[in-house]
């Protein structure tokens, strides 16, 4: 890899505040993964898009997120890198995704959230996720061991499987607002076995509830979640391990994306199409701080896309529906 392209790309992401210069940066981008990420190319080649076709954002092809189970993705040649994986599911291969540079995944934590939610030393997080050292290869771990950091605070820590002592937190963090991030089962067990245990400020639910409770309905989880710990919204956090960036919800599920962050819709029935706004479509995610492995991926899941970019989560395909993604590489 040319370092100094590198460099350049990592100062010019959190440089991104407008449709332009997004755009600009968005084709640079791609021509450079086109170029340098085997895999990527392969793809792109095999669907007949290369990049004297590719002349607008709408325009570039999405890996399938499936890709990082099965391949190395990755757009340098470098071999020390921080790995996470997926969680993944029971008889499910785990996604890949090497960081190459911890430093500018940590400070696209750190600009989403202050973007969001100000500074983190505002804040007393307490995490319900597991720790680093519980799960040393989660992305989720990483960004709350992150925050937990910089909040600056002496209480802020991983709370799971310790519960019973969060009834001594909210009086012992004078200046600091109490922010709870958890994993959906966590906050939902919490809000059903310690009901009123803790005044937070904010909760914020990262998913999670498959393989630990019954399913239910966002809607639900949230209601069950305000009633148990007296909030009156909860938010969400939305990403992967697949994606270096984050983008929020503050209430009823609508997520808003980070300036280097964009979320467009495919066509269910044709993942080449992209959607206009309103409709309803697998979620294509634009992460320009994805420089080092691919910053345009096809997820599993189901969404909406309103016109100011915010979009919501509906679900997620079946195995029908991946299939026939998958199939291109076939």
């Not at 669907?47 to 570039?60: E, F, H, S, W, Y």
């Not at 906050?187 to 400020?201: F, K």
Request: aromatic fraction near 10%.
């Amino acid at each position: 890899m040319n370092d100094y392209q590198g460099k350049d790309f990592a100062q010019r992401i959190f440089q991104v505040h407008s449709p332009e210069s997004f755009n600009a940066l968005c084709l640079e981008i791609f021509l450079f993964q086109y170029q340098h990420n085997a895999i990527y190319r392969r793809y792109c080649d095999l669907i007949g898009r290369k990049p004297d076709g590719v002349l607008t954002p709408a325009q570039i092809p999405f890996l399938p997120v499936e890709f990082y189970k099965t391949h190395l993705i990755t757009s340098v040649t470098r071999k020390e890198a921080l790995v996470f994986h997926s969680s993944g599911t029971t008889g499910d291969s785990p996604s890949t995704h090497p960081v190459y540079d911890p430093a500018l995944y940590e400070q696209s934590i750190l600009r989403s959230f202050t973007l969001f939610y100000g500074a983190p030393d505002n804040y007393c997080f307490i995490a319900l996720v597991p720790s680093p050292q519980e799960k040393a290869d989660s992305s989720l771990a990483y960004m709350a061991n992150l925050l937990i950091k910089k909040s600056g605070c002496a209480n802020s820590g991983f709370y799971l499987g310790k519960e019973q002592s969060l009834k001594d937190l909210n009086e012992k963090n004078p200046g600091k607002k109490l922010f709870i991030l958890g994993l959906s089962f966590a906050l939902a067990d919490l809000s059903e076995q310690y009901p009123g245990i803790i005044h937070a400020d904010i909760i914020m639910e990262t998913g999670g509830m498959k393989g630990h409770r019954k399913e239910i309905t966002r809607e639900e989880l949230h209601a069950l979640i305000s009633h148990g710990l007296g909030v009156e919204q909860v938010h969400s956090e939305y990403s992967m391990c697949e994606l270096f960036s984050q983008a929020y919800s503050s209430s009823k599920g609508v997520y808003r994306c980070p300036p280097w962050m964009k979320v467009v819709l495919r066509d269910p029935y044709d993942p080449l199409a992209v959607l206009p706004d309103l409709q309803k479509g697998g979620i294509n995610i634009m992460d320009l701080a994805n420089i080092h492995t691919c910053s345009f991926i096809a997820t599993q899941d189901l969404g909406s896309l309103a016109p100011d970019g915010s979009f919501t989560v509906l679900g997620r395909f079946d195995h029908s529906a991946l299939r026939g993604c998958s199939l291109m590489l076939e």
